[in-house]
């Protein structure tokens, strides 16, 4: 039996990106196996929201970790877990939260480079630490990169590439496996990136900012839906329940 690790690594290709439609809890997980998902992937704020917390560490680490569990009871694809900024205050800390996700069966982790709650990064030389202690636990490491988090448009640029590239070489000296870049869109930016980064490149996928293929073509390895799919999906439940306390017969049809 192939290794969960190795067999969810081979699946980042620049140029063949990995889909990944995140999910939440064990029920989405079959749902997400069954229409033909490679890997599985959960959200923190997905997974957070669905159980009544909030993003950014609200929800706990012994929780993350039970609800990574029953999703392995359901697949037995590799999975991967978003693991906010790592449940650690210090590398050391992060190592070992991170090995008891390893433990618990993950193939792979996220792990943003911001701690919960902050708009600042942290720090070049402690985040690249911080990925070299969760990269030792042998997991697959897509290490974050906030650098256009909440960035306009107008102001980004050369510098916010360089800044990305960067981050991208340091995290690659650590040990991750991936660089995730969140929140951008712009393709020339997209595969300035690509081109430039040592490690395979996830992009959040949203609304315009393209197809798999015009993805794949920038030279991306990894989309990834973030907490749309839960969004989308609450979004149907409310509509569905407004139509039928208004009183109209509601035959569950897709939204």
Known sequence: MTDPVTAFKALHVPGDPLVLFNIWDAGSARAVARAGAKAIATGSYGVAEAQGFSDGEDFSIDDALRNLERVLRVTDLPVTLDFESGYGATAKEVGQSVQRARAAGAAGINMEDRMPGQAELIPLAEAADRVAAAAGSGLFVNARCDVYRGAKPEALGQSQI??????????????????????????????????????????????????????????????????????????????????????????????
């Open 162 to 255: 360089d800044a990305v590239l960067e981050r991208a070489e340091a995290y690659a000296a650590a040990g991750a496996g991936g660089l995730f870049v969140p929140f951008l869109g712009d393709h020339a930016a997209i595969t300035a990136i690509c081109a430039g980064s040592p490690l395979p490149v996830n992009i959040l996928w949203g609304p315009g900012r393209g197809t798999r293929a015009e993805l794949a073509a920038c030279g991306v390895a990894r989309i990834s839906y973030g907490h749309g799919p839960w969004a989308a999906a609450m979004d149907w439940l409310e509509g569905q329940a407004r139509a039928v306390f208004a009183g109209e017969v509601v035959p569950y049809a897709s939204g």
